[in-house]
């Protein structure tokens, strides 16, 4: 394996053995401490403009599954979606009964550079105390420049550019601004309709019954169009669902503020409590940003909050059919617990 060094913004300088594509990468550098699920997170839209760390030691081992449709549970979207990969030991050689593909190989396909043989842990206690910083991995022989994620429109980089329909039965306009392939699969197995549509989609050219807002990379303040157009779908009074970037879409449009984290939350066990009920579930998740709920209105309550650090995770109007939550209830990878998410929204169409 040839070397590359992972060189932080603060002149931080880690060197590493070259997995993958052999070219230099720069974006944001994020950790996710889940254990399994390399496939789904590599897919997952979120990780646009991101250099990602698993702190999980041992990588590749079941290799990839073969991509040929996306109704695969282990692909989120059609390619791999990070910038770069960091890990600590990565195995060439796999073995799983659907396995095609050594992980190696298939981010090649992607030109995606790996770095491993580094000590992530000691990577991630980094992230954490220092926050979230700008990063790159680099080759002495592709010099390459910085790079924020945060600074640009990353929903034109994952979204869609055509109307796609689903299913049979009652319609959810599902507004795809980078949404993970899952939550697709859960609408559709439910008996329902879905026409997925570009986020700059104009909800006044179709009918629908309601409205979904899905999960995206990047920073939530770079699309007020969104927000607008959750604003006056609001005063339809159809059913409104946000997931991830869709919560702080919808969050926004209700008159609250969001803030970048320090570090933000990726993994698959992350606690959270309904506010309502005390009842706590462990959740998937993978956002930089998060609600404050001191600048909510009075029409909302805050549905679910983070057990770890009390962030919010989740918002439901008083009297509208409004609601949103930061967590992923379709996972993949991760637990399923809170999959009943999908049933509340929908019940308000039945």
Known sequence: MNTAKLVFENGTSIQGKLFGAANSAAGEIVFNTGMVGYPETLTDPSYTGQILVLTFPFIGNYGVEKELELNSTFFESNGIKISGLVISDYSNDFSHWNAYNSLSRWMEKYNIPGLCEVDTRELTKLIRENGTMLGKIELETDPIKFFNPDTINLFEKVAPKDVVEYGEGKTILLYDCGCKENIVRNLVNRGFKIKRVPWTYNYKQTDFDA????????????????????????????????????????????????????????????????????????????????VDTSTLSNDWIVWFENLNDGTNEGIIHKELPIMSVQFHPEAAPGPVDTEFIFDEFLAKLL
């Not at 699309?223 to 005063?235: C, D, G, R, S």
């Not at 939350?265 to 998937?284: D, Y």
């Open 211 to 290: 409205v979904l807002f899905s999960n995206g990379p990047g920073n939530p303040e770079m699309y007020p169009e969104l927000v607008l157009t959750a604003k006056e779908i609001f005063q339809l009074g159809k059913p409104v669902l946000g997931i991830c970037m869709g919560h702080q879409i919808v969050s926004l449009a209700a008159g609250a503020k969001t803030y970048k984290m320090k570090y933000g939350h990726r993994s698959q066990n992350q606690p959270v409590i309904n506010k309502i009920n005390n009842r706590c579930f462990v959740t998937s998740q993978n956002h930089g940003y998060a």
